[in-house]
């Protein structure tokens, strides 16, 4: 297939990979703009992880959202008790959202559940992580990392639970998984229109550390045309041990910082409870505009 944007063809990065009640959905950010100035998010839907359909704009900033009006970026889902919590950037404040359906409509709580200036670094880069206790925790930030705990009700976090992270390499883009005993700790380093833009991984016992570096997950194959291969998020397929990771790159073979495409490729945990390194081979999702029949093609 080409890989070249057509017209009618939509960019996106930052994908939030998820699977709900048997099907799976990525929450991105639209992208395409030299400001990243999205002002509102979609959400895609897929059966089976190669053909994918734009569901439709499930946030707008300053119209469901009253307390902010740019920068819609990095959305992260999860669900709790038959109600969907949607969480988001926007204005360098944390959001969240609550909807009856993965795909909204979902409603604003009313206000950040981080703003921004109330933790040191950026508030930026939601992701949430549910362990096998049932506890949630929430990750976010720019320069310095935090794993919060969340609340019973899923949009407050425990402010006494608080947990901040730092690493040399550590830009945005915390994620946690964990597999058996191992946790995981997920993030991507450089800048996002650095070709070397990349992900790198650590691992540790309790789900805010301590944290041992692993070194790098996945990274540019410039001899392929792929650079800035970063903001993943990684999950299991559901009822297996198959693991995916979705993230974005520059879109091949004309992107940029501000033109990205998303990918899912293969996790694999060795037995030693290593991650083998990601060959960022696969072909980009394309999504058309919703003008034009609306299908993605892997």
Same mark, same amino acid.
């Given at each position: 297939m080409?890989?070249?944007?057509?017209?009618?063809?939509? *960019?996106?990065?930052?994908p939030?990979?998820?699977?709900?009640a048997?099907?799976? %959905?990525?929450?991105?950010?639209? =992208?395409?703009?030299?400001?990243?100035?999205?002002?509102?998010?979609?959400?895609?839907?897929?059966?089976?992880?190669?053909?994918?359909?734009?569901q439709?704009?499930?946030?707008?900033?300053g119209?469901?959202?009253?307390?902010?009006?740019? +920068?819609? @970026?990095?959305p992260?889902?999860?669900?709790?008790?038959?109600?969907?919590?949607? *969480?988001?950037?926007?204005d360098?404040? !944390?959001?969240?959202?609550?909807?009856?359906?993965?795909?909204?409509p979902f409603?604003?709580?009313?206000?950040?559940?981080?703003?921004? $200036?109330?933790?040191?670094?950026?508030a !930026?880069d #939601?992701?949430? %992580?549910?362990?096998?206790?049932?506890?949630?925790?929430?990750?976010?930030?720019? $320069?310095?990392?935090?794993?919060?705990?969340?609340?019973?009700?899923?949009?407050? &976090? =425990?402010?006494?639970?608080?947990?901040? @992270?730092?690493?040399?390499?550590?830009r945005?883009?915390?994620?946690?998984?964990?597999?058996?005993?191992?946790?995981?700790?997920? @993030?991507s380093?450089?800048?996002?229109r650095?070709?070397?833009?990349?992900?790198?991984?650590?691992t540790?016992?309790t789900?805010?550390?301590p944290?041992?570096?692993?070194?790098?997950?996945?990274?540019?194959?410039?001899?392929? $045309? &792929?650079?800035?291969?970063? +903001?993943?998020?990684?999950?299991? /397929?559901?009822?297996t =041990?198959?693991?995916? !990771?979705?993230y974005h790159? %520059?879109?091949?073979?004309? $992107? =940029?910082?501000f033109?990205?495409? &998303?990918?899912?490729?293969? /996790? !694999?945990?060795? #037995?030693?409870?290593?991650?083998?390194?990601?060959?960022?081979?696969?072909?980009?999702?394309?999504?058309?505009?919703?003008?034009?029949?609306?299908t993605?093609?892997?």
């Open positions: 080409s890989r070249s944007k057509e017209d009618g063809e939509r *960019y996106y990065a930052d939030a990979l998820t699977a709900f048997g099907r799976y %959905f990525l929450y991105p950010t639209t =992208d395409g703009s030299d400001d990243w100035s999205s002002d509102s998010f979609h959400v895609l839907a897929s059966d089976d992880l190669h053909n994918w359909s734009d439709g704009e499930i946030l707008r900033l119209r469901d959202v009253s307390w902010a009006t740019a +920068h819609a @970026w990095a992260a889902a999860t669900e709790r008790n038959g109600l969907y919590y949607f *969480y988001f950037t926007a360098d404040n !944390i959001g969240v959202a609550v909807g009856t359906s993965p795909t909204g409603r604003d709580s009313g206000a950040p559940i981080v703003a921004d $200036g109330q933790y040191s670094g950026r !930026i #939601p992701a949430v %992580f549910t362990d096998d206790d049932g506890t949630s925790y929430l990750l976010w930030g720019n $320069g310095v990392a935090h794993i919060a705990r969340l609340n019973d009700d899923m949009v407050s &976090i =425990d402010t006494d639970h608080v947990t901040e @992270w730092t690493h040399p390499t550590f945005e883009a915390a994620h946690l998984h964990r597999r058996g005993a191992l946790y995981y700790l997920t @993030w380093e450089n800048d996002t650095d070709p070397e833009y990349r992900v790198r991984w650590a540790g016992s789900p805010v550390g944290w041992t570096d692993r070194g790098v997950l996945l990274e540019q194959e410039p001899g392929e $045309g &792929i650079f800035a291969t970063g +903001h993943h998020s990684i999950l299991r /397929v559901p009822e =041990d198959d693991w995916l !990771i979705a790159r %520059f879109a091949v073979p004309d $992107g =940029d910082g033109h990205r495409e &998303i990918v899912i490729d293969p /996790v !694999i945990h060795l #037995p030693s409870g290593d991650l083998a390194r990601v060959r960022p081979g696969s072909p980009s999702i394309r999504l058309t505009h919703p003008a034009i029949p609306e993605l093609d892997t």
